[in-house]
T-cell receptor
């Protein structure tokens, strides 16, 4: 069963903020939310992850709702190079004992429009 | 970020031959590496989890005798597709997990295998 639900595609104008939603209504307390993206014919690239607090790094911001049932990845100033498939993944992280595997869904195909 | 190198990036081979793909973590030690396969217009599917010094764990439906995985060091895992057939043509991607603190998988650039 899919753990996350994402829109299949989105468009965003270059220079604007891209907001990618993800629903994970069955997330459990020890599951983190991870975001990866895959540019055409390349391996996936890690973007960001979080448990319950909002997170920000040099690539993006991750906003997780208080009930943790959904999240939004924000690319603040989208460029053409941000065109990719974005994957939202929930995953149990068990320190010192290894981690649950990453299960990729179908993701959101984000197209940045010039 | 951490770097995972995958080689070769593309390989074309004849049916019945074996192909070896290397995955290296360049700036960190990886006790666990993963191998994925991706068919056109589909998502990544995990094939196996490779642990340094032990046998790989294969996902259901993946033939362990056909897809041989060796993880002999903390920086190198190899996937050998034995007796390749056209239906094995796909995009193979490896990843390595960096440490226990951050628990982030870093991916190689992928290997496109075409079996004629």
């Amino acid at each position: 069963d899919a753990k996350t639900t994402q829109p299949p595609s989105m468009d965003c104008a270059e220079g604007r903020a891209a907001n990618l939603p993800c629903n994970h209504s069955t997330i459990s307390g020890n599951e983190y939310v991870y975001w990866y993206r895959q540019i055409h014919s390349q391996g996936p690239q890690y973007i960001i992850h979080g448990l319950k607090n909002n997170e920000t790094n040099e690539m993006a911001s991750l906003i997780i709702t208080e009930d943790r049932k959904s999240s939004t990845l924000i690319l603040p100033h989208a460029t053409l190079r941000d065109t990719a498939v974005y994957y939202c993944i929930v995953r149990v992280v068990i320190r010192d004992f290894g981690n649950e595997k990453l299960t990729f869904g179908t993701g959101t195909r984000l197209t940045i429009i010039p | 970020g951490a770097v995972v190198s995958q080689h070769p990036s593309r390989v074309i081979c004849k049916s019945g031959t074996s192909v070896k793909i290397e995955c290296r973590s360049l700036d960190f030690q990886a006790t666990t590496m993963f191998w994925y396969r991706q068919f056109p217009k589909q998502s990544l599917m995990l094939m196996a989890t490779s642990n340094e010094g032990s046998k790989a764990t294969y996902e259901q439906g993946v033939e362990k005798d056909k897809f041989l995985i060796n993880h002999a060091s903390l920086t190198l895992s190899t996937l050998t597709v034995t007796s390749a057939h056209p239906e094995d043509s796909s995009f193979y991607i490896c990843s390595a997990e960096r440490g226990l603190a951050k628990n982030i998988q870093y991916f190689g650039a992928g290997t496109r295998l075409s079996v004629l």
